[in-house]
Every structure is written in C-alpha cells, then in structure tokens.
Nanobody
Framework: QVQLVESGGGLVQAGGSLRLACAASGRIASINTMGWYRQAPGKQRELVASISSGGTTNYADAVKGRFTISRDNAKNTMYLQMGSLKPEDTAVYYC???????????WGQGTQVTVSS
C-alpha cells in the first residue's frame, strides 16, 4: 500500500518561510504527477501546486511567485518551498497525486502550517 508522509510544517510569522517535504513509498512519486494540497478550517481541500515526473510545474494563483515545488525522484520525495507566507496560508498541507492522475484514497496525516500576523 502506498504511503505518503508529510513533514516540515510549523508556526511562522507573516513574511517567513517554510519547507515542506513529502516522502512516498514505492516508485509512485517518480512516475506520476504529484501535488501539494491544503485545507484550511471550514474550507475544502485545494490543490496549490503540482509537478510532473518530468518537472513541469503548476501553481494556484494564490501562491504563484511565493511557493516553489520540486521533487527528487531518486529519493521519492517532493518538496514545497514556501516564502512570503501570509496568514491566509494557514492550513494543513497534504501531498498526493495530482491531475491528470486521481489522488489516492489514502491521504497522509498532513502537516500543519500556521502563519501568524
């Protein structure tokens, strides 16, 4: 069974930075488009960034220019470098497959990011 484990979240002041990591079991991370999602309290989970196996990236407008997604296929690990953080970035961040691939039913526990004003 594929497992996705997120890490790197924390409490940071507005304007600060954090780097999230997603470790995936198996080779799935090297052959599929992966993405970072987030879910804020009372809101639906949303995709904020994705990266294909070939390195093509896409970002939601809300994070474009501030977040950078990357992956290390040899380590089956994906990263999200977050900069110029805003209070509205506060959410639990998850990793999973992304379009055109259907996310796995089994989501990880996520990692909490809290940005204070």
């Amino acid at each position: 069974q594929v497992q996705l484990v997120e890490s790197g979240g924390g409490l940071v002041q507005a304007g600060g930075s954090l780097r999230l990591a997603c470790a995936a079991s198996g080779r799935i991370a090297s052959i599929n488009t992966m993405g970072w999602y987030r879910q804020a309290p009372g809101k639906q989970r949303e995709l904020v960034a994705s990266i294909s196996s070939g390195g093509t990236t896409n970002y939601a407008d809300a994070v474009k220019g501030r977040f950078t997604i990357s992956r290390d296929n040899a380590k089956n690990t994906m990263y999200l470098q977050m900069g110029s953080l805003k209070p509205e970035d506060t959410a639990v961040y998850y990793c999973n497959l992304a379009w055109p691939f259907k996310p796995l039913d089994s989501w990880g526990q996520g990692t909490q990011v809290t940005v204070s004003s």
